[in-house]
């Protein structure tokens, strides 16, 4: 394999890496309950039924 013909400054590698630190995750405070949730997605309830944006979509089984 090729070999790098200069070696590669701290400036340069540091700025190709600028972009791969990693973010915490979006939480958000559900309307109904107040659990703490991921936003966008459904999520189980205490009683085991699926919720999205405050509103029960699928009872529990």
Do not use: F
């Amino acid at each position: 394999m090729p070999t790098p013909k200069k070696k590669t400054s701290r400036s340069k590698r540091d700025m190709r890496r600028s972009h791969d630190g990693l973010t915490a995750p979006a939480i958000a405070v559900e309307k109904k309950t107040g659990e703490l949730v991921r936003p966008h997605r459904a999520h189980k309830g205490a009683d085991g039924a699926l919720y999205y944006k405050g509103k029960q979509i699928s009872a529990a089984k």
